[in-house]
């Protein structure tokens, strides 16, 4: 079988990041890359030995005619180069969040479907071998039925920018257990403890300069509770906090016979408790699993190699998707989703009311509401 041929679309962190996974993955090759930023492309150019650089997406894929295109950009640029690329019968493979509002992700998924590619979000966590496991763990009865999820951010970000940057991960993740949306309701503050209001809605950098792009955001405390369509039940919080404490994000899964605990954003730290209440002085009893902690010698492997490792895992799953002509399990449609549950908490505070899934409006909500 003939390689895989790569190109990648953005060519700063995220870029690197996706030529590495490409370099390491049996059966691709990485022949070229789109960046409008003659810094990021020489510097992307050298350290990866490619020299076909293009300042434009289209012209790369006509000159190149590669088989699939990572697109690495920020949220303002993920929709424009995946329909280019799906017309052409490229393979998508693209950065989180899906688009900046559902008109864009519904055509972005449309498209894909109407020229038979397959298209993927790079929900990096949907790789970690702990969600298998956990889902085993479920089926087999190991805390009873799970009724209720709970979930909260790391903090270190305002809530309106953490929806569209490690919240995007976060609900993709509650969608992995609990499956299709129903309804949503949420409510979203302001550090003073006043209602966000239409006079709060920001771009993520007048929020915070440092952020990507990701568009229009309001919120910087958010309580959300979303219904699922299989009956479980699950609340989100995005405090604000200060400070940043990736061992307290993530998931706990309750069940009516004990409950499960996911932690941190990159790598994955599980518990259990056993019994059918949750008494303070229950002990958690901690999970590993050697395969995905340990290296082949039986070395603890870094933060920063547990990335590359799910980033690999995201690629190789993609790779076995166009192959076997299946849907990827980061599809762009689960993308879409988790997009429409961060618009649903929008469209629920605006309204102070329950809203069903799918919205009937695709624009972003709070576009509409300015």
């Known amino acids: 079988m003939n390689p895989h ?17 490409v370099a390491d993955e049996p059966g691709c090759v990485l022949v070229g890359g789109a960046e409008v930023d003659d810094g990021n492309a020489k510097s992307w150019s050298e350290r990866h030995g490619v020299d076909a650089i293009y300042s434009s997406y289209e012209t790369m894929f006509d000159a190149l005619s590669p088989d699939i295109a990572i697109i690495a950009t920020q949220a303002p640029m993920h929709h424009a180069p995946t329909i280019a690329a799906a017309k052409r019968g490229i393979h998508v493979f693209c950065e989180k969040p899906t688009a900046l509002n559902l008109q864009e992700a519904d055509e972005m998924v449309a498209v894909c479907e109407e020229n038979q590619v397959k298209f993927a979000i790079n929900h990096i966590k949907r790789g970690s071998l702990y969600n298998q496991h956990t889902l085993s763990l479920i089926e087999e009865g190991a805390i009873g039925q799970l009724i209720r999820l709970r979930a909260c951010d790391k903090g270190g970000r305002r809530a309106g920018n953490s929806l569209m940057e490690m919240g995007t991960h976060l609900l993709d993740w509650i969608r992995l257990f609990a499956g299709d949306v129903e309804w949503a309701h949420a409510h979203l503050t302001q550090l003073d403890g006043r209602e966000s209001a239409a006079s709060d809605i920001r771009n993520t950098r007048e929020v915070h300069r440092f952020d990507r792009d990701a568009g229009l955001v309001l919120g910087e405390r958010c309580f959300a509770t979303f219904r699922f369509r299989n009956g479980i039940h699950a609340d989100v919080d995005f405090l604000s906090q200060p400070e940043t404490d990736d061992g307290a994000y993530g998931i706990d899964l309750i069940g009516t016979e004990g409950r499960i605990a996911l932690r941190e954003s990159v790598p994955t730290t599980m518990f259990i408790q056993e019994g059918q209440h949750q008494r303070p002085d229950n002990p958690w009893r901690r999970i590993s699993l050697d395969g995905e902690d340990l290296d082949e010698r039986g070395v603890a492997r870094s933060d920063e190699y547990r990335r590359v490792l799910l980033q690999q895992r995201m690629l190789h799953d993609f790779i ?17 989703d988790c997009l429409e549950m961060i618009q649903m908490i929008w469209a629920s505070h605006q309204q102070r009311r329950r809203v069903y899934a799918p919205l009937r409006s695709r624009k972003h909500v709070l576009e509409e509401w300015v």
């Open 5 to 21: 041929r790569i190109v990648i679309v953005g060519l700063g962190g995220m870029g690197n990041s996706h030529a590495s996974a």
């Open 320 to 336: 076995r998707a166009i192959e076997e002509d299946r849907s990827p399990f980061a599809s762009g449609s689960d993308g879409r």
